[in-house]
């Protein structure tokens, strides 16, 4: 069965297909730009910069290093500390800088309430940052 169109045999109407070669040329054409330009972008120009002697904007705060070895005394930095004299300790710190951060170790064997202990005392002379120190690697326990 032949198919023939309704149109009469000596008129030719146009096509109606897209001719994409142009679309292509363009396409390539901006391809290309963007392959020029971006490493342009990428790359910052190297400047010689001038030295010179500022001073910060804002001081960082004291930090007090507070650790609790296996047998349960206290350090603030590498200095041994009594119990007694530990919440002196801390008002001091506090006074002579209010934003102080108290970094707390405390070796696996402490037992919880020298912690706690130790914590409290920080807490009554006015040390509202504290923050424990561990040390990064797996976790010994598992999920609940």
Same mark, same amino acid.
């Given at each position: 069965? $032949?198919?023939?169109?309704?149109?009469?045999?000596?008129?030719?109407?146009?096509?109606?297909?897209?001719?994409?070669?142009?679309? *292509?040329?363009?396409?390539?054409?901006?391809?290309?730009?963007? =392959? =020029?330009?971006?490493?342009?972008?990428?790359?910052?120009?190297?400047?010689?910069?001038?030295?010179?002697?500022?001073?910060?904007?804002?001081?960082?705060?004291? +930090?007090?290093?507070?650790?609790?070895?296996?047998?349960?005394?206290?350090?603030?930095?590498?200095?041994?500390?009594?119990?007694?004299?530990?919440?002196?300790?801390?008002?001091?710190? *506090?006074?002579?800088?209010?934003?102080? %951060?108290?970094?707390?170790?405390? %070796?696996?064997?402490?037992?919880?309430? +020298? *912690?706690? $202990?130790?914590?409290?005392? $920080?807490?009554? $002379?006015?040390?509202?940052?504290?923050?424990? *120190?561990?040390?990064?690697?797996?976790?010994?326990?598992?999920?609940?």
């Amino acid at each position: 069965m $032949a198919m023939g169109s309704f149109n009469s045999p000596g008129t030719h109407m146009p096509t109606a297909e897209i001719n994409m070669t142009p679309l *292509v040329d363009v396409m390539l054409v901006l391809l290309i730009i963007f =392959i =020029i330009t971006t490493p342009l972008m990428s790359h910052s120009v190297t400047v010689d910069l001038p030295h010179a002697a500022s001073s910060p904007v804002m001081p960082k705060p004291m +930090t007090l290093q507070v650790a609790i070895d296996a047998d349960n005394t206290i350090f603030i930095a590498t200095e041994a500390v009594d119990r007694e004299q530990l919440e002196a300790r801390f008002q001091r710190a *506090v006074t002579e800088n209010p934003q102080v %951060d108290m970094h707390l170790k405390a %070796d696996r064997a402490t037992r919880y309430e +020298t *912690v706690a $202990a130790t914590m409290s005392a $920080a807490h009554r $002379a006015g040390l509202t940052r504290i923050g424990f *120190v561990t040390q990064p690697g797996t976790n010994p326990m598992p999920p609940l």
